[in-house]
C-alpha cells in the first residue's frame, strides 16, 4: 500500500506560481511512474505531467512550458512547480503513483487551486 498527500494548493492571481508537493509513504518500490492529474468541475480528470523513475518526463499540452514535475527519491516526495497560471488551471489536483507489475494506481486526496483572473 502507498499513502500519498498533496500539500501547496491554493488560490492565486492569474499570471503567478504555486508549488505541488506529495509526500508518499508505505511500500515505494517499482514504482513506475509518479504524475499528477486535475479534474475541474463538470470535466473528466486529465494528465498534467507524469516523471518514470528514471526521469523521464511527459507533460500535457496545454501546461507545456509552465509547468515542471520533479522527484526527490531520497524523500519520496514528488513536486511540481507551475508557473504563469491561467484561469484554466483551477482544478483539483490529485497525486498519482503507478506501481509494480500489475501497474496498481494509487492517488491521493487532492489539493484545490484557485487561478482568479
Known amino acids: 500500500q502507498v499513502q500519498l498527500v498533496e500539500s501547496g494548493g491554493g488560490l492565486v492571481q492569474s499570471g503567478g506560481s504555486l508549488r505541488l508537493s506529495c509526500a508518499a509513504s508505505?511500500?515505494?518500490?517499482?514504482?513506475?511512474?509518479m504524475g499528477w492529474y486535475r479534474q475541474a468541475p463538470g470535466k473528466q480528470r486529465e494528465l498534467v505531467a507524469t516523471i518514470t523513475s528514471g526521469g523521464d518526463t511527459n507533460y500535457g499540452d496545454s501546461v507545456k512550458g509552465r509547468f515542471t514535475i520533479s522527484r526527490d527519491n531520497a524523500k519520496n516526495t514528488l513536486y511540481m512547480q507551475m508557473n504563469s497560471l491561467k484561469p484554466e488551471d483551477t482544478a483539483v489536483y490529485y497525486c498519482n503513483v503507478n506501481q509494480g507489475r500489475g501497474h496498481t494506481d494509487y492517488w491521493g486526496q487532492g489539493t484545490q487551486v484557485t487561478v482568479s483572473s
Open positions: 508505505g511500500s515505494m518500490f517499482r514504482v513506475n511512474v
